[in-house]
Every structure is written in structure tokens, then in C-alpha cells.
């Protein structure tokens, strides 16, 4: 067994694309040498701005020999047949086929043994296949080369068992064939013409890390997030925490070195929330924060060289730099001022939101009228304030600062609105009426909030659903998934008591014309919304079979109800009593559909109690004649406890009855009576949820 060690060094790769390259070019490698019979024991890959580098442990030093058989006609098959045979595979006699026996049938065959190469052979061409093979988001072609990479390629370096491997990959054209090479670079600014050897793995990154490269993403990943920590102690500050942004300048840096600018004074009256994203958008600085949370007039820089002077020219450039992104922000906050939010509504008819479902102006009327008739729905919600925050919230799309940072819409709307003198309530809802935007994001709790929410979210839906957009497999180019999780966690978490097939109705009735009605449009999305809510139920442990028995009812459409319901049929079927309730249930079902469809008739109507022959039929027709009113009464006033506790209480009589009774009597009025019982049981329990949909 032996090490391959590969490392393609090429001009800066971008970061968003590095670490799928990395996955990619383990996973096209890994594929070819399990083709070849060369298959390691594990592969690794490592990706900095410059290199792709992929290390694979324990490959075979040659592919195992073996053995190629092809099936041809069956012993005494007609001549013409063995010619064809013969002559297809290259040989001349019968003689040399083997007989094998398949299926009781002895059959000519073929058989080829291969004798396995060295892998120093197979692999060059593999190699090189894997590279020209990578599936870059956007890739180029330079000098008269005719392969596309996603950056001009330097040099690719291969060594195999400790030793350099022969072999070159062809870009086309006459400067773009490289020979595999033996070395590499390392850093390009502090390393200068430093040579790093590539032979096996850990001499390989030790030198790297000597020329100043780290090669290993989660080391240097590691060493910002260290180094931002630190700095920010020595200010007495925090560093705002940013994930995505630490993913990006890892990908930006082999030698990360951390450095500390200021914030000129003069700057910090603009929003935070737009110096910061003026800070990251821009040049991929990170905020620090005071321990209030507040923002501090200061950012942590990340540089790819250490410098001998500390640092200090690298901070004074990128503090000038720094001031004129700012000054950019500090313009769009001082002009959009000037122009009160309700005067930007005029601009809005001229933003289209959707060819088939108008402006955004049109949108803004539709967003102020729904969330007006959702506040008389939503204890605490000041209708007037729900109004005027509908009617403004999308007024700052055509902002400047927005215009520069789309980001921030609503952000840059609730600071407006306070800048104008709007009630907080009427501000937040402006920022809020995005939210949540998935499932990490906080949802909004303010009864204004939520309206304004809710409302834009609904339009959304009834208005793509109206015109038969709906997503597709995983295409959901409107973002309609997240937004019906939007909705239902908007109702769930704010416990609302909403009708929601009516508001629906009335989310339709906002757009003057949609193909779609709004009995199609209506029923279409509360399928999608159960769909949304067995996955947002998925991770509380709710089976999804559950949600599905309680919906399958067709009388549910407040949400928060059926939530409840879900959760007390599920608790009755894990009970000792909910659980042999249910098994009493399918023999009932699997007994009288297997009658009645022998006797080509149904048993639905009610059983008749001067019929019953046993004391059994007698308590089991009195127990269900209690049950179902009570059932249906607990499930109209909300209490499903209640109503899985009568339903529990079913258990002794139906296990009686099938422990006494025999249900195909020989009087055939008897026999007829007691089907008849046995699909109550099942219409009693129906008043529940649809206990043929649970699994298991």
C-alpha cells in the first residue's frame, strides 16, 4: 500500500467555490481509483486561494489481477448463433469457451483474465481526468489553451509511494500540456522563491506551513477565529459573531494575520446594521462590539502577510479604504432621510413584483388590506398601526441605501420610519415583516409584527399559487417552502387562533384576477402547508403519519388546533390502551372490508340493539353510543386530552367483544348486526383522526 499525493497550484480560486472543489475532486478521484481497482483506504483534500491539494492513504502498488467473462449461446444453440458468437469476441474455435451452468443451463463462455498493471501506469490518466474533469460554477480559458479551469493553472505536483509520478494533463493548445512536477510554492508574498518538495503528506504540509501556507482550512479557520478573540480582548471588545463571513476569509488567506482598524467618529451615527454591512459586504471586515452589544468604532481586519511593522501600513491602508465605503453609507443615510417613506410610495408602481401579479405598490395595498383584516384576528394588535406598517413596508426598496445593500430592506425601513416619528410598534413591524426567513431566525412575537408578517407571506403564497407557480422537486425559484414554514411557525409559536381556509380565501379575494379560483388556490395550500408542517414537526419527533390522520379528516384548519390534536392522538397511541385500541381497530376494519366485499354490500348503517344476542354486543353498543358525543364535543371545545380518554375508554368493551363474541354467526340477521357494530367502532374512533393512515 502507498500514499498518493496531488497538489494543482493555480491563481487565487474564489472562496465561495473552494470547499466544493474540495469535496468534488476527492470524490472524482476516489471514483477513478475505485475503477481502476486501486481503491485507498481513505482519502483527504485540503484547499487554500491557491492550491487543491488531495492526499490518498493505503492505494494498492498494482490493480489486482482479473477476470472478464462474457455469456454467449446456450451448449447445442444453433451454428449460425456460435459464429456470430466466435466472431464478436475474436476467436476461432468453440474450443476455447468454458460451459458454465446458469439456471440449471449450461451456457458458453468467454473468459478473459487480466493480469493487473502497476499502478503507476493507471494513474496518470486518472489524475489528469479527475482535474479536467472538476464542475466548476464558472471556469476560464487562458493564452491559446482550449480546457477551461477556474483559474490560470500554474503547476500540478504528484508523487506516488514517496516517488514523482510521470504524467501530464492536456489543456489543449499549444502552451497547455504540464508535466507533472515534483515541487510547489508557498507563500506568494512572504515565501519568495521558497521551494516546498511534494512527496508524502507530512513532509509536505510541515514545509508549507515553514513557507507560510496552511493548508488545512479548519487550522486556519481556527487561527481567525483565535486571533479575532484576542485582538478584541486587548480593546476590551467582542467580536460580532459572523460564521458565514469567517468561512469567507478563510477561503481568502493562507497566512491569516488579524489586525485592529478605527472607525473614524464622524461615522458612527449611520445605523450599525449598515456599517456593518458596509464593513463585511465590501472588504470582509469584522464588526467589534462593545459588551452591551452595541457597536464599536472599531473592525478587525484579516491579512495574508505579516508584515515587519506590525501591521500598521496594512491597518492606515485599509482605514482609508474603510472611509470611503463609509462615507458612501453615511451619503444614502443623510439623502434617503430627507424623503419621508409615504413619498416613496409613488416610486413602488413603477418596481414590478411579478409580471402575472402586478407592482410592488400593488403588493403593498394588497399586504395593508390582509394584515387589517388579520389584526381583528390577533389579540393585541392595534389595527391602525397595523395599517400604517403594511402600507410602508416595502417603501424602503427604493432607497438608496437599500439600492446598495438589498440586505438590508426592512432594516433600513424601521430606522426611517423612527427617523419620521412612527410609533416603535409601526417600526419594528417594517423590519420584522420579513421574518422568520428560516428556521434559525427568530420569529416575530409583537402583535403588530406578526400581522404585518403573516399578511406578506400569505400574498405571497395565494399569488404564486394563483397563477399555478407552485415548487417543483426541489425547484422553488419564489421561496414559497420557506415561506409557508414563515406562516406556520408565525401561528404555532404565537399560539393564533386562526381560521385558515377563511383568511385564505381572503388572501385570494386581494388580487382583482387569478386563474386559479379560490376553492383550487385555497385547497392546493393548506395540502402545502400540512407538508410544511409534517417537516416542521419532523425534529419534535411527531410522525408525520400522525399529522396526517388528524388532516385527513378535513375538519381542521386552524392550525394551533390540529397541532394540539397531533400531539394527543400520539400520546393515546403510545398508552397501553391507545395501542391495542388500535389493533382491536384494524381487525374490526380488515374484518367487515373482507365481508362486505364477499357479500358485494356494505354495513354502514347503525346496528340494531334488538338484535344483540351476548351480554358483550350490549356494553360494546352502549360504550360507543357514550363515546362519540362525548368525543366530538371534547374535540369541538379544544380538549383532546379529553377526547383520547374517552376513546381510551373503548378498550375494554371492543377487547371484550372480540374475546366473546364470533362475529360471522350462523343467523345471518345476527352476522349483519354484528358488522354493523364493528364499523361503528370504526366511525367512533374516525371522530378522532383516520385511524387506517397510522403506520406501523
Not at 511593522?309 to 451619503?331: H, K, P, W
Not at 430627507?338 to 400593488?362: M, W
Amino acid at each position: 500500500m502507498a500514499e498518493l499525493l496531488v497538489e494543482i497550484l493555480s491563481e487565487e480560486i474564489p472562496a465561495r467555490m473552494q470547499a466544493a472543489a474540495a469535496r468534488d475532486f476527492a470524490k472524482l478521484i476516489g471514483d477513478r481509483l475505485k475503477d481502476a481497482a486501486l481503491m485507498p483506504e481513505n482519502i483527504r483534500s485540503f484547499v487554500t486561494p491557491r492550491r487543491l491539494a488531495l492526499v490518498a492513504d493505503g492505494v494498492p502498488l498494482r490493480q489486482a489481477d482479473r477476470e472478464e467473462e462474457r455469456k454467449g449461446p446456450r451448449v447445442g444453440a444453433p451454428e449460425k448463433a456460435m459464429e456470430g458468437f466466435l466472431r464478436a469476441n475474436g476467436l476461432s474455435s468453440i474450443d476455447e469457451c468454458e460451459v458454465r451452468q446458469v439456471k440449471g443451463t449450461d451456457f458458453h463462455f468467454v473468459v478473459r483474465r487480466i493480469k493487473g498493471n502497476n499502478a503507476t501506469e493507471a494513474l496518470p490518466a486518472l489524475i489528469s481526468d479527475a482535474i479536467l474533469s472538476l464542475p466548476w460554477p464558472k471556469s476560464m480559458r487562458w493564452a491559446d489553451t482550449e480546457r477551461r479551469y477556474v483559474r490560470p493553472l500554474e503547476r500540478v505536483s504528484v508523487s506516488f509511494d514517496g516517488q514523482p509520478l510521470t504524467g501530464s494533463i492536456n489543456f489543449g493548445g499549444a502552451s497547455g500540456v504540464k508535466a507533472f512536477g515534483t515541487e510547489t510554492r508557498g507563500h506568494r508574498f512572504m515565501a519568495g522563491d521558497k521551494v516546498v518538495p511534494v512527496q508524502n503528506f507530512g513532509d509536505y504540509k510541515s514545509a508549507l506551513e515553514a513557507a507560510n501556507v496552511l493548508l488545512d482550512p479548519a487550522d486556519r479557520r481556527k487561527r481567525i477565529e483565535n486571533g479575532l478573540a484576542s485582538a478584541a480582548k486587548v480593546e476590551g471588545l467582542v467580536v460580532k459573531n459572523d460564521p458565514g463571513l469567517l468561512d469567507e476569509v478563510t477561503g481568502l488567506v493562507e497566512w491569516p494575520i488579524v489586525l485592529i482598524g478605527q472607525i473614524d467618529d464622524e461615522f458612527m451615527t449611520v445605523p450599525a446594521e449598515a456599517l456593518t454591512t458596509s464593513m463585511r459586504s465590501h472588504q470582509k471586515y469584522f464588526a467589534l462590539e462593545n459588551a452591551d452589544g452595541s457597536l464599536a468604532p472599531r473592525f478587525a481586519v484579516v491579512a495574508n502577510i505579516d508584515s515587519t511593522e506590525g501591521g500598521a501600513r496594512i491597518v492606515n491602508g485599509n482605514e482609508r479604504v474603510l472611509r470611503a465605503r463609509l462615507a458612501d453609507a453615511r451619503f444614502f443615510w443623510d439623502q434617503d432621510r430627507k424623503t419621508p417613506l409615504a413619498d416613496r410610495l409613488l416610486a413602488l408602481e413603477k418596481v414590478v413584483f411579478h409580471a402575472d401579479l402586478g407592482s410592488i405598490a400593488d403588493r403593498s395595498r394588497r399586504i395593508e388590506a390582509l394584515s387589517g383584516a388579520l389584526a381583528a384576528r390577533i389579540d393585541g394588535s392595534d389595527i391602525a398601526q397595523v395599517k400604517e406598517a403594511a402600507r410602508l413596508c416595502k417603501a424602503d426598496l427604493v432607497s438608496g441605501m437599500v439600492g446598495e445593500f438589498p440586505e438590508l430592506q426592512g432594516v433600513m425601513g424601521r430606522h426611517y420610519a423612527l427617523n419620521q416619528g412612527a410609533a416603535p410598534a409601526v417600526a419594528d413591524a417594517i423590519r420584522d415583516h420579513y421574518a422568520p426567513q428560516g428556521p434559525s431566525d427568530q420569529c416575530p412575537t409583537a402583535p403588530v409584527s406578526v400581522a404585518v408578517s403573516l399578511a406578506e407571506k400569505l400574498d405571497t403564497l395565494a399569488g404564486f399559487f394563483g397563477i399555478d407557480q407552485k415548487p417543483t422537486g426541489s425547484r422553488d425559484p419564489y421561496a414559497l417552502r420557506r415561506a409557508a414554514l414563515g406562516v406556520l411557525r408565525l401561528i404555532l409559536e404565537n399560539k393564533l387562533t386562526l381560521p385558515l381556509r377563511t383568511v385564505l380565501a381572503e388572501t385570494h379575494a386581494g388580487y382583482s384576477k387569478l386563474p386559479e379560483s379560490a376553492e383550487a388556490t385555497t385547497d392546493a395550500l393548506l395540502q402545502f402547508f400540512a407538508d410544511r408542517l409534517k417537516v416542521l414537526l419532523r425534529d419534535d419527533g411527531v410522525p408525520h403519519h400522525h399529522i396526517a390522520a388528524v388532516l385527513a379528516l378535513g375538519d381542521e384548519d386552524d392550525f394551533v388546533r390540529l397541532v394540539s390534536r397531533t400531539q394527543a392522538l400520539g400520546r393515546l397511541l403510545a398508552s397501553e390502551d391507545g395501542g391495542n385500541l388500535l389493533i382491536a381497530y384494524r381487525r374490526a376494519a380488515n374484518i367487515t372490508g373482507i365481508e362486505a366485499k364477499k357479500d358485494g354490500k356494505s354495513y354502514d348503517a347503525a346496528a340494531d340493539p334488538a338484535l344483540f344476542v351476548q351480554a358483550e354486543e350490549t356494553r360494546l353498543h352502549a360504550a360507543l353510543s357514550t363515546t362519540a358525543p362525548n368525543v366530538n364535543s371534547a374535540i369541538a371545545a379544544g380538549n383532546f386530552g379529553e377526547a383520547m380518554a374517552a376513546l381510551a375508554g373503548l378498550r375494554q368493551p371492543v377487547d371484550a367483544f372480540f374475546e366473546e363474541v364470533t362475529v360471522n354467526a350462523d343467523d345471518p340477521t345476527v352476522r349483519a348486526n354484528r358488522l354493523r357494530l364493528l364499523v361503528e367502532i370504526g366511525t367512533t374512533m374516525r371522530g378522532v383522526a383516520d385511524f387506517s393512515l397510522i403506520e406501523g
